[in-house]
């Protein structure tokens, strides 16, 4: 079947790098997506690339897309304890479904 | 528009009984997304509809969970009878034209 996986947890000390990976396996994706969940809450689109992009930068995010191995990862420079949540990879299939991740938790130490 | 609406947004229940959530997607989305989430496997997709019409329904645990959608504002996810493993938030999610999916704030359930 066509999946996306990302692991489960993730925990940084503040002020470290935070890198969040996922893999897909539908290689006609089109766009792919990070979503975030604050806690308590539902989930935003955090951010996203276009699947015939390598790299996209905003600020402190870097979202890195190896279309060959169907790799991506977000990067987050300076984690802060402001952005422990729970982060969702998500893709943009041949038909225009979208698959999501089972999500990765943050948590950052202060 | 107020985004994806859900009630309740808590609720608590006793095994046995019937639980059925709500949700009013934003005006205009002809997807609608029912998605289940726990600490242990995370984000699960339930059930799809597309127009109103169930597209899959491949994730539904069991006979236990239906879900209708009887018009373009208006889903529910009914469990009958409900089990302490149902435990978990629910999400309601809708789309449209732009392929965003807008999540609502989800239900969060607790079954005893």
């Known amino acids: 079947g066509e999946d996306v996986e990302q692991s489960l947890f993730l925990s940084v000390r503040e002020g470290d790098s935070s890198v969040i990976n996922c893999t897909y396996t539908?290689?006609?994706?089109?766009?792919l997506y990070w979503y975030k969940q604050e806690p308590g809450a539902g989930l935003q689109l955090l951010t996203y690339?276009?699947?015939?992009?390598d790299m996209k930068q905003d600020q402190r995010l870097t979202v890195l897309l190896n279309k060959k191995d169907k790799h991506l990862s977000l990067r987050i420079a300076d984690t802060q304890t402001g952005d422990s949540a729970i982060y969702f990879c998500?893709?943009?299939?041949?038909?225009?479904?979208?698959?999501f991740g089972a999500g990765t938790r943050l948590t950052v130490k202060p | 528009d107020a985004g994806v609406i859900q009630s309740p947004r808590h609720e608590v229940t006793e095994m046995g009984q019937e639980v059925t959530l709500r949700c009013k997607p934003i005006?205009?989305?002809?997807?609608l997304f029912w998605y289940r989430q726990t600490m242990m496997r995370g984000l699960e997709l339930l059930i799809y509809?597309?127009?109103?019409?169930?597209?899959?329904d491949s994730g539904m645990p069991e006979d236990r969970f239906s879900a209708k959608m009887p018009n373009a504002s208006f889903s529910t996810l009914k469990i009958q009878p409900s089990e302490p493993r149902d435990s978990a938030v629910y999400f309601c999610?809708?789309?449209?034209?732009?392929?965003?999916?807008?999540f609502g704030p989800g239900t969060r359930l607790t079954v005893t």
């Open positions: 999610a809708s789309r449209g034209d732009s392929y965003e999916q807008y």
């Open positions: 539908d290689s006609s994706s089109t766009y």
């Open positions: 690339i276009f699947s015939n992009m």
């Open positions: 998500a893709e943009r299939g041949w038909n225009n479904d979208m698959r």
């Open positions: 005006s205009g989305h002809d997807y």
């Open positions: 509809f597309n127009n109103n019409v169930p597209i899959d």
